[in-house]
Nanobody
Framework: QVQLVESGGGSVQAGGSLRLSCAIA????????VGWFRQSEGKEREKVAD??????????YYSDSVNGRFAASLNYARNTVELEMNRLQPGDTATYYC????????????????WGQGTQVTVSS
């Protein structure tokens, strides 16, 4: 059974940094891509990043709201996908989710069928 588990959330002051991790259990490969999403109260879920695990992490996408501040990467030693978040702002406060497209091979489109439970990030001013 595939499970995604996020960790690393917490509370930080504006301008600070956090690193989120997404561990994928129950699957022997990296699949096609992993995405990071967030949802704050009263708002729709927003995608913040994709990282194509099928290319070793070399292909990435970031939303305009986080581009230049957030960076996704693969941690082969820990078998996790990570999201480094820098220069955090109160507007980044949300529950962050990772999702996985575990299809074999490369596809330019990511189809997320596995989701984690989320980790809370709170940024105070």
């Amino acid at each position: 059974q595939v499970q995604l588990v996020e960790s690393g959330g917490g509370s930080v002051q504006a301008g600070g940094s956090l690193r989120l991790s997404c561990a994928i259990a129950g699957f022997p490969d990296w699949g096609n891509c992993v995405g990071w999403f967030r949802q704050s109260e009263g708002k729709e879920r927003e995608k913040v990043a994709d990282i194509w695990t099928s290319t070793g992490g070399g292909t990435q996408y970031y939303s305009d709201s986080v581009n230049g501040r957030f960076a996704a990467s693969l941690n082969y030693a820990r078998n996790t996908v990570e999201l480094e978040m820098n220069r955090l702002q109160p507007g980044d406060t949300a529950t962050y989710y990772c999702a996985a497209d575990l299809r074999p091979g490369f596809s330019s489109s990511c189809e997320y069928t596995y989701w984690g439970q989320g980790t809370q990030v709170t940024v105070s001013s």
